[in-house]
């Protein structure tokens, strides 16, 4: 059975930093392009970050420069390191996997597979 497990959320401090894991069983994460999203309640779930099966990264303009995605093959996990978090990274953060082509990565609907999530508060 195909899972996606998100963990490393939590409280942290104005300009603290979380890693969030996203740990793969039942497929080979590698072989998919990896997304991270974030929602709010009463607004749409938005991506944050994905990585593709070269492991090209792309990041949303609100987090350039503060958020690092990677992938560790031999783990079978992907990571969203967040350094110099804002309230406004306030979220329920979610990982996906599509093992498909997309025009559009950032449209949640490109997707197939979705963890959980795991929340994320950002607050002094």
């Known amino acids: 059975q195909l899972q996606l497990v998100e963990s490393g959320g939590g409280l942290v401090q104005p300009g603290g930093s979380l890693r969030l894991s996203c740990a793969a069983s039942?497929?080979?994460?590698?072989?998919?392009?990896i997304g991270w999203f974030r929602q709010v309640p009463g607004k749409e779930r938005e991506v944050v970050s994905w990585?593709?099966?070269?492991?090209?990264?792309n990041y949303v303009d609100s987090v350039k420069g503060r958020f690092t995605i990677s992938r560790d093959n031999a783990e079978n996990t992907v990571y969203l390191q967040m350094n110099s978090l804002k309230p406004e990274d306030t979220a329920v953060y979610y990982c996906?996997?599509?093992?498909?082509?997309?025009?559009?990565?950032?449209?949640?609907?490109?997707?197939?597979?979705w963890g959980q999530g795991t929340q994320v508060t950002v607050s002094s």
């Open positions: 990585i593709n099966v070269s492991g090209f990264r």
């Open positions: 039942g497929f080979t994460l590698g072989n998919y392009v």
């Open positions: 996906s996997a599509t093992q498909y082509y997309r025009l559009d990565f950032t449209d949640p609907r490109g997707y197939e597979h």
